[in-house]
T-cell receptor, first 112, second 111 residues
Framework: GDSVTQMEGPVTLSEEAFLTINCTYT??????LFWYVQYPGEGLQLLLK?????DKGSNKGFEATYRKETTSFHLEKGSVQVSDSAVYFC???????????FGAGTTVTVRA | DTAVSQTPKYLVTQMGNDKSIKCEQN?????MYWYKQDSKKFLKIMFS???????INETVPNRFSPKSPDKAHLNLHINSLELGDSAVYFC??????????FGNGTRLTVT
């Protein structure tokens, strides 16, 4: 079945550092790919998405590119802030699926 | 104007009790979900309803029973609560092809 594997955390960074969270997937066909973010005490929010190969999703300084050749959707941000401290989830949705399959989540802590 | 709202936010109860969590969405979506998040933040889908019809029923104890009275509501009833049921339960909604919108979660603690 479809699955997502993402980099284990926790990740601790200083402000203005570069952030990368790796995500790879296994799926049949051409799934849609997502990054969700969960701030402390809140639900998950969609951060960005990509629906086909070579698409780049971007939002709030975060970017991720759908790479079919490497089945990856790595999340990057060039300069993190304390407010980026959260849990980040990579997820995929199959072509005819009604559900999202989530990775295990990566906890990111940014220190001032 | 909350899009997906679930109540209660916190629920503390004793083993053996029966409890319900309610969820409502005002986005006009036709599909609703329940996810369980454990203490390690791992998210697992439990159920999904599309237009009030159950379409996803993962391996969940039959003590858990979802009820969808209409497209905008999906409630979760749990019988004979156990310690292992302690988790954060998230409701979500979507329309086919759109991303999921999540509620803020219900933290269930079973003592």
């Amino acid at each position: 079945g479809d699955s997502v594997t993402q980099m284990e955390g926790p990740v601790t960074l200083s402000e203005e550092a570069f952030l990368t969270i790796n995500c790879t997937y296994t799926a049949t066909g051409y799934p849609s790919l997502f990054w969700y973010v969960q701030y402390p005490g809140e639900g998950l929010q969609l951060l960005l998405k990509a629906t086909k190969a070579d698409d780049k999703g971007s939002n709030k300084g975060f970017e991720a590119t759908y790479r079919k050749e490497t089945t990856s959707f790595h999340l990057e941000k060039g300069s993190v802030q304390v407010s980026d401290s959260a849990v980040y989830f990579c997820a995929l949705s199959g072509v005819n699926d009604y559900k999202l399959s989530f990775g295990a989540g990566t906890t990111v802590t940014v220190r001032a | 104007d909350t899009a997906v709202s679930q109540t209660p936010k916190y629920l503390v109860t004793q083993m053996g009790n029966d409890k319900s969590i309610k969820c409502e969405q005002n986005l006009g979506h036709d599909t609703m979900y329940w996810y369980k998040q454990d203490s390690k933040k791992f998210l697992k889908i439990m159920f999904s309803y599309n237009n009030k019809e159950l379409i996803i029923n993962e391996t969940v104890p039959n003590r858990f029973s979802p009820k969808s009275p209409d497209k905008a509501h999906l409630n979760l009833h749990i019988n004979s609560l156990e310690l292992g049921d302690s988790a954060v339960y998230f409701c979500a909604s979507s329309s086919h092809g759109s991303p999921l919108h999540f509620g803020n979660g219900t933290r269930l603690t079973v003592t």
